[in-house]
Every structure is written in C-alpha cells, then in structure tokens.
C-alpha cells in the first residue's frame, strides 16, 4: 500500500466577504434568510444602525439598534469595516465578527448598500469579497413588494421608492447582477454564483502547499 493520503491543506481556505445590495424591497433579506438555512457554516454580518426597529426584528440578530452617540464612538474607535448614512439613518458593519470568521475560513454574508460595497471593496480585505447586486423586474413590482411588505409607513415607502434610482445606479459596480423576478430562481442562481467563487484560488491558501506535496510526490515517483 502507498503512503496514507493525510487530510489535504488544500481544503483550507479564507472566507468570503459576500456582498447583496439592491434598491430598498428588491429581496435582499429575503434571499439573505435563505442563503443562511442553505449554508449553516455562513456567517451573517449584524449590522449596527440608528433606525429604529420594524416589527418581529430581534435586536442583535437583524440588527444592533443603537443610539447615534453610541454608533459615532464605534465609527471613532476605527470598529467598523464600513458605515455610511442611508435613508437618514446611520448603518454600519461592526469589524470584529468578520475578520474573526473570515481568519476561520468562513463566508460572512452583508446586506448593505453599495456606499459599503465600496468601501470593503477597497477595505485590506478587499480581494476577498464577492460582490452581487440584485434588480428588481420593474419600478412597479419594487413598489409592490415595499407595500406588501406592509413594515413601512407610506412616508418611508415613499422616500424608499425615491431613493431606489440611486441605489440602482451602482449596479455595474458589482461582480455579479442578478433581476430578482423569480424567487427561487434566484435563490438558485446565487448559490450557484457563491459555489463557484468559494473555488478561486486566492480563496484556497491551501493549495500551494497541495501542489508541493503533488510536487515531491510526482518526483520521488520518478
Ligand atoms: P430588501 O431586503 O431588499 O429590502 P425584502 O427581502 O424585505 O427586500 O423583500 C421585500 C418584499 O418583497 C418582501 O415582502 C419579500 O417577501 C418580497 N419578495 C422578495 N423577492 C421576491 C420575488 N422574487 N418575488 C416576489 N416577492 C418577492
Ligand atoms: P433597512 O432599513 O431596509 O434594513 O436597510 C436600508 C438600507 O441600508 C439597505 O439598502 C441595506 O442594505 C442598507 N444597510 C443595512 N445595513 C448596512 C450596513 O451595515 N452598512 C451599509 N453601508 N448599509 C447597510
């Protein structure tokens, strides 16, 4: 019998930063749930913010709900890998949690907007991230789906509604663009998009030292 085969190197790898953003009612949360009751091992970014919750959200799970002077210490401590201002509030997304997880070779999904993709893009971690930004069929079905989500006032629908050019206008920022028109096609379409980056190379650190091995192997064969 040959030499036994150890657990190989190569199935180590670093963590993706897996980025969704899309105008306000596109789908991201919803797709986000998804992703994570797909991959348990997904790490989901809580970002902190200043909004005040909608109801059912659970503070510390959807969000950490702070006060704005309590967000400004955190933003001044350099704790967050990226903030910005949406919709007048403030959104960020607190630095610890991903660089732990990304250091354990796990994804960490973000549901921000693209102020943040911006900013991690260009962020140390930058080369790590996978960027996806979804359109929504038509401006009527956004509108739809922001009403139907019945959490919003129809002041705050409104301002999203207003707002929601602008997020779209970033679209050709991202690495992928999906049109959230069928829900589980979609869903498909990004696990698919997510199964492919975990393979690229600077996600496997791993493999130089497989190759070695292959290396050493292929010549003591020799
Ligand atoms: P976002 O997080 O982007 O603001 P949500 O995930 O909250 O958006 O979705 C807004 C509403 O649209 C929710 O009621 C959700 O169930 C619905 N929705 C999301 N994707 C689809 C889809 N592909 N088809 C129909 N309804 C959808
Ligand atoms: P909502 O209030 O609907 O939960 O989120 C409003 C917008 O803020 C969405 O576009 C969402 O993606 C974005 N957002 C949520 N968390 C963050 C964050 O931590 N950073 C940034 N930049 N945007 C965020």
Redesign the pocket.
């Known amino acids: 019998m040959g030499k036994e085969i150890q657990a190989a190197p190569a199935t180590t790898r670093t963590g993706l930063l897996i980025i969704l953003s ?11 749930r998804r992703l994570m009751a797909w991959d348990p091992s997904l790490s989901f970014s809580v970002s902190a913010t200043t909004r005040t919750p909608r109801p059912g959200e659970v503070d510390g799970k959807d969000y950490r709900f702070l006060t704005e002077g309590a967000f400004k210490t955190l933003v001044a401590e350099d704790a967050m890998l990226e903030h910005a201002h949406v919709f007048g509030n403030f959104y960020g997304s607190p630095l610890a949690p991903v660089a732990e997880a990304i250091e354990a070779g796990r994804d960490v999904l973000f ?1 921000i907007d693209w102020q943040g993709a911006q900013q991690i893009r260009n962020s140390a971690l930058g080369h790590h991230t996978l960027s996806i930004f ?1 359109l929504p069929p038509s401006i009527p ?1 956004l509108r739809r ?2 009403e ?2 019945a959490q919003d006032g129809a002041d705050v629908i409104a301002k999203r509604m207003q707002k929601s050019w602008d997020e779209i206008s970033h679209w050709d920022g991202y690495d992928y663009v999906l049109i ?4 589980d096609a ?1 869903e498909q379409r990004l696990k698919t998009v997510i199964s492919a980056e975990r393979e690229r190379r600077v996600q496997q650190p791993g493999l130089r030292a497989h190759v070695r091995r292959l290396q050493t192997e292929f010549e003591e064969g020799q």
């Open positions: 899309s105008p306000s009612g596109a789908g991201k949360s919803t797709l986000a549901d979804l079905e789906r922001l139907s989500r959230n028109d069928d829900l979609t």
